[in-house]
């Protein structure tokens, strides 16, 4: 690079015509006719483009000094019109037009990232919960089942139905036994919902609550169960969920989050990892508190149906001895209570004077189980 440009030192309103050309080691612009005994010597690095000069065929350049105040640069400019001396600036100092560092950057960076950061734990674990519950507290009862319904209809599809309705079991006699055992569970109750329950041909060990009072109960829980009780305690935890409303706060709450985590994440690599776990942990925080919730509802169910509390902690202990619990800080993301201590607590919830009856015979346990044929 060798050329002629315009040069102003900033302290007079004098423009002279100087010659700008490489230095022999190549790293900084040479100066020759600015005033001064000696050429300026301006290095590559601390050269900055203005950014607001009127022409684009020109490029203002002003040295910045890397040890002083660089939150201002000198007053000194050089106009640069020759096109071929701004092309090879432009292609060979891409960082001509980049800002100056500020010194308290860092500071001010982590004070705004500090603050935004409690923002969103702000918002996920205190006002989108509130604001969820508050949502499903309002929302009409039809809406709500039918959102259910939809809930339902996608959870098919994710087991392999194309068809809604595909997955239902409903034998004549499995049906019967299943109705007199949520007869029997629900008598005397003044239920907020009319409970559905269905139940759904896969070998998943499964049972969960779609908002809008709606059931589901998973063959493989069946299959799994070593007696009726067991089953009626499971039914009795779901039913929990149904009067707490936990399906639709659930929901509103995720739907929320996901959202806020969407918008923080992006779309970078490992972007969805990172929004899973995080929304997991945030889940499984709210879901193990319905969890122990509902485990309690159900064992006042259990008790008026005259059945024991400990069958629910029989098939935790079955559930336990097929799963096993998850080690350390994995626990975190489970969406329930470490299984051992739900053993504990049904058990300490059972009465040994409580007077007890099988919830189902033998003939109609064996027709539950053969529900779906």
């Known amino acids: 690079m060798d050329t002629t440009a315009r040069y102003s030192d900033g302290l007079t309103a004098a423009t002279r015509e100087v010659r700008v050309r490489l230095s022999p080691d190549r790293l900084a612009l040479m100066i020759e006719g600015a005033g001064t005994d000696a050429p300026l010597r301006w290095p590559l690095g601390e050269l900055r483009a203005l950014p607001d000069h009127s022409r684009p065929d020109e490029i203002v350049l002003t040295h910045v000094e890397p040890h002083g105040d660089e939150t201002q640069a000198q007053a000194a400019r050089l106009v640069v019109s020759d096109p071929d001396a ?177 918008l923080l994440f992006g779309d970078f690599a490992g972007g969805a990892v990172m929004l899973t776990l995080a929304e997991r942990l945030i889940d499984a925080s709210y879901s193990q508190k319905a969890e122990a919730r509902a485990d309690r509802y159900a064992y006042g169910l259990l008790r008026e149906a005259q059945v024991e509390p400990a069958a629910l902690g029989d098939l935790f202990e079955t559930l336990a001895e097929e799963a096993g619990e998850a080690p350390g800080a994995l626990s975190h993301f489970l969406s329930h209570p470490r299984l051992s201590d739900r053993v504990e607590a049904a058990r300490a919830a059972t009465r040994e004077d409580a007077e007890t009856r099988p919830i189902l015979d033998d003939a109609a346990w064996t027709d539950l189980r053969n529900i779906c044929g």
């Open 86 to 262: 701004v092309a090879w600036l432009r292609r060979t100092r891409p960082a001509l037009f980049s800002r100056p560092h500020r010194p308290g950057t860092a500071r001010r960076l982590a004070f705004y990232g500090g603050g935004a950061l409690a923002a969103v734990v702000l918002m996920l674990f205190v006002i989108l919960p509130a604001l969820a519950g508050t949502l499903a507290g309002m929302l009409p009862p039809e809406r709500e089942q039918a959102f259910g319904q939809t809930v339902l209809r996608q959870m098919e599809r994710v087991l392999g139905a194309e068809d809604a309705g595909a997955l239902d079991c409903s034998s004549t006699d499995g049906r019967a036994a299943l109705d007199r055992m949520m007869a029997r569970l629900t008598e005397g109750r003044d239920l907020a919902y009319d409970i559905d329950v269905r139940v759904f041909d896969h070998d998943m060990v499964n049972a969960f609550a779609a908002p809008g009072g709606q059931i589901v109960l998973i063959r493989g829980m069946l299959d799994l169960a070593e007696g009726p009780d067991e089953i009626a305690a499971v039914l009795a935890h779901e039913i929990g969920h149904v009067e707490a409303r936990d399906p639709t706060r659930a929901a509103l709450r995720t739907a929320g989050s996901v959202g806020l985590l969407g």
